[in-house]
């Protein structure tokens, strides 16, 4: 198997698991992690769990999750895990594009938000979900991921949660702050538990993107100096983070997509309209990046690495929405295209996105899942020969 073979994260569940999620999709009024409120659910999750990391021991899979087995959604977990969090079941859920690219495609709606005190990331349950990762991994690498700081604080700060008479926070600043101060504490509980490699999921960047018909921030009265100002906004309240996980050691990774639920995405944007923005000051270690289809433009934006030698990329040349096979000699071309801008050395393979951002997955089988990682393992073997 091959070490230049990379998977995002997320696997898809079994049955069994899925049972339980279905329940807490549909239930209000119920505490993160629920364990509590569902009979066999923690017992369930951890035999799920231990299947599927000796899974992706068996099929070579070279850095271990946990599946993501322990989620609901890919970021709102983790939110609902800090401290002054409330969690309940919106008016509507989020909207993505549906297949034929025109309709709104609507999510499970507990997607609802409160801040209800100071926020705090001590004491996390994703801290006791790495521990049992890494008990079961024994001495393999393991990766948690987490949803990028900015990416929370542009959900929070885009509700109604800050400036009211009874808000916690009475401005964006505010919440910035405590925001970032919770981070901080998750991540040096992190290091703490052990943890080596922290991976940072984000969906934000191309909505700054000008080529993104699906943004809000596109169209002929958008004021561009406020939306660049955001998107500095953001890029800094990740790298203050970045920067303290380094200080701690920690090797701190990101991935981002444009959106990945049911098998359907969110929006366009290519990464060239970013490059100097996120792909040139974000300070991560490795960029999981998506170019599965043609919403990603063209590889010419790698460039931006050239002057970044210490920064490795994996490229998302093959996609986890699909139930059949990739296009292996567009993979190979794409790949020799890649290493003409940044060498070789530096790349990795993946998909696009995890099979399964959220509990239900995308729209294709374990079996079919699997041998679309088969396929991504021969597809590195033979092209980087290790």
Request: with cysteine; aromatic share 12%; proline share 2%.
């Amino acid at each position: 198997m091959s070490k230049k073979f990379q998977l995002v994260g997320s696997l898809l569940r079994p049955e069994n698991l899925l049972r339980y999620k279905r329940q807490i999709e549909l239930s209000d009024s119920i505490a993160y992690p629920f364990y509590n409120d569902f009979e066999g659910y923690e017992e369930c999750e951890l035999e799920a769990t231990k299947d599927v990391v000796g899974n992706e021991i068996s099929h070579g899979v070279e850095i271990i999750t946990d599946g993501e087995y322990s989620k609901s959604m890919w970021h709102l977990d983790f939110v609902w895990g800090l401290k002054g969090i409330d969690r309940y079941i919106a008016d509507h859920g989020y909207f993505f594009r549906d297949r034929d690219e025109t309709l709104k495609y609507e999510t499970r709606k507990d997607i609802g938000l409160r801040i209800s005190g100071e926020l705090s990331g001590k004491n996390h349950h994703f801290i006791k979900i790495y521990k049992r990762l890494k008990n079961i991994a024994g001495d393999r690498d393991t990766k948690l991921c987490a949803p990028s700081p900015s990416h929370i604080f542009g959900e929070l700060s885009w509700s109604d949660n800050i400036g009211g008479t009874d808000s916690v926070y009475a401005s964006q600043q505010e919440l910035k702050i405590g925001l970032i101060r919770a981070y901080k504490e998750f991540v040096e509980d992190y290091a703490s538990a052990g943890g080596k490699i922290l991976q940072f999921d984000d969906c934000l960047w191309e909505i700054f993107a000008d080529d993104n018909p699906n943004s809000p921030y596109t169209g002929e009265n958008i004021k561009q100096e406020e939306v660049k100002a955001l998107a500095s906004e953001f890029i800094n309240i990740n790298n203050d983070v970045i920067d303290f996980g380094h200080s701690l050691g920690l090797k701190m990774w990101t991935h981002n997509c444009r959106g990945n639920y049911d098998s359907r995405n969110m929006g366009g944007g290519s990464y060239i309209k970013i490059a100097e923005l996120f792909l040139r000051q974000l300070k991560y270690d490795r960029f999981f990046l998506e170019w599965d289809d043609d919403r990603a433009g063209s590889l010419n934006a790698l460039a931006v690495f050239k002057d970044r030698p210490e920064v490795e990329i994996v490229l998302g040349l093959l996609s986890s929405k699909t139930s059949c096979l990739d296009d292996e000699s567009r993979v190979v071309s794409l790949l020799d295209e890649a290493s003409k801008i940044i060498g070789k050395n530096r790349l990795f393979l993946s998909h696009q996105c995890g099979f399964a951002s959220c509990d239900g997955g995308n729209d294709l089988t374990e079996t079919e899942q699997w041998a679309k990682i088969n396929q991504g393992q021969r597809i590195a073997l033979q092209y980087w020969g290790e």
